[in-house]
Every structure is written in C-alpha cells, then in structure tokens.
C-alpha cells in the first residue's frame, strides 16, 4: 500500500512539474476543486528556478557560467548533432532572453514581498540545486556565507548589498530560505 501512494505521489508531481505556471498556480490554491498540497511546493520551487535563470543565465549577470557554450555549435550543420538539444540555448539562438514564464515568476516574488535577506536565500538554494551546478555555485553554504555580497551580486543586488544582508553561517542561509519557502508556499495556497 505505502509504495503505491508513493508512486502516485510522484506521478503527481511529475505531472505538476510539466504543468503550465498558471494552471499550476490554480491548482496550488486552496479555493481551487482540484487542489492538491504538492502543487504548492512544485509551484515555489518553479518560482523561484525561474527566477535564478532570469537573473542569472537570461539577464547574463552570471557571465561565463551559463549551463552552455556560445561557441558549442559553430561548424555544425543545421540540426547537427546526436547530443539532445539545451532548451536554454536554443531560446538564445532565437533570440529569446526571458519566457512569459519568468515574469509570471517574478512578479509572484514581487508580490510576496519577502524579506530580501529571505528572498536572497531561497534564491542561493534555488541556485545550488540545479544538477548542472559549476563554478561558484558549487561551494557549500559556510564558504557562500563568507563572501555573500559576491553571491548577491551574481543574482542581481547591487554593490555593498553584504553590510545590509549578513549570515553568520551557511546554516543561516539555509534556516532563512526555508522561511522564504515556507512564506510562498503559504502565498500560494492563497
């Protein structure tokens, strides 16, 4: 019994994962017949992947980190090739910066109105938990923590950012996260 409710829990999310980001925030919403609680979750964290892309691989504060080369394709012919295709870097291609998505992200950040020590910490865990993670990103919170104005920068905050935004330890940043995830969830739901 335990493994078949496991299964459908993932098959719901799977499905919710491939969602549109508004049929996704409709169901995430308690008022809403077919409400389920993990689309809530799947929502939040949609958000805020969407976010980190924007302010970082779209919006190119992240030079030189992108999850793609800019030269990977020179030489190639038209649909060369047997390695499947970064979605990101096809967008780039057609000259496309930022999804419709994005900003339906963004402006779910906006209207939640968190806390930016908050909101710059979910969006340092929505950076890390990206598989294709390199570069800076890779360093484990306790060294992020210690040069934070670096990592705020990287995600669109302005100079000087570390005297107003300070974690102690990596710990911080993750307790301060968890409350900025909890805080959309609960907007979600709304």
């Known amino acids: 019994m335990g493994m078949a ?7 719901m999310r799977d499905m919710f994962e491939r969602m549109p980001m508004a049929r996704l925030r409709e169901i995430a919403r308690e008022s809403h017949e077919d409400h389920d609680p993990e689309a ?15 302010r970082t691989w779209f919006a ?6 992108q999850p793609f080369s800019s030269t990977a394709k020179l030489g190639e012919s038209p649909g060369g090739g047997t390695a499947k295709a970064d979605p990101l870097a096809m967008a780039y291609d057609r000259g496309i910066r930022i999804h419709s998505a994005h900003e339906e992200a963004r402006q779910f950040l906006e209207y939640a109105r968190l806390r930016p020590r908050n909101l710059l910490a979910a ?13 800076p990103w890779g360093k484990n919170y306790d060294q992020i923590a210690a040069r934070i104005g670096y990592y705020a920068q990287m995600l669109g ?28 969830i609960l907007l979600a739901k709304l």
Do not use: C
């Open 40 to 54: 809530a979750r799947v929502f939040v964290n949609r958000v805020l992947d969407m976010e980190v892309e924007r």
């Open 5 to 11: 409710v496991k299964k459908e829990g993932r098959m």
């Open 60 to 65: 190119h504060e992240n030079l030189g980190y």
């Open 123 to 135: 969006l340092i865990q929505a950076a890390k938990t990206d598989r294709r993670v390199n570069g």
């Open 157 to 184: 905050w302005p100079p000087g950012i570390d005297v107003s935004i300070e974690y102690k330890k990596g710990q911080a940043i993750q307790d301060a996260g968890k409350q900025a995830r909890i805080m959309l």
